[in-house]
């Protein structure tokens, strides 16, 4: 059987107009991104360790257990700032 002929196309050059339009996107670190994901973190790790050594009667006794997710929102708002850092 005989063999088909191979298609070639052409390679794709975009438009003269496309390569002008070149944007350049500038992101800035700010200088507080590490400090205040760092925060998070301790502040977080701080309000679990007391809530652990004080037998939940610190840091708020009304919240009772939910002094825990408190402490771990702080940590996920750390990680929420991580995003940010460059």
Do not use: C, E, H
């Not at 191979?6 to 944007?23: G, V």
């Not at 992101?27 to 991104?33: A, R, T």
Request: proline share 7%; charged share 15%; no cysteine.
């Amino acid at each position: 059987m005989p063999k088909s002929r191979i298609r070639k196309k052409a390679d794709y050059t975009p438009p003269p107009a496309a390569k002008q339009q070149a944007t350049t996107v500038k992101l800035s670190n700010g200088s507080w991104v590490a400090p205040l994901m760092l925060a998070m973190f301790a502040l977080g790790l701080a309000w679990i360790v007391v809530f652990y050594v004080t037998d939940g009667s610190l840091p708020i006794d009304s919240l009772n257990n939910w002094n825990i997710l408190v402490g771990f929102g702080f940590i996920a708002a750390g990680f929420g700032v991580s995003t940010r850092w460059k």
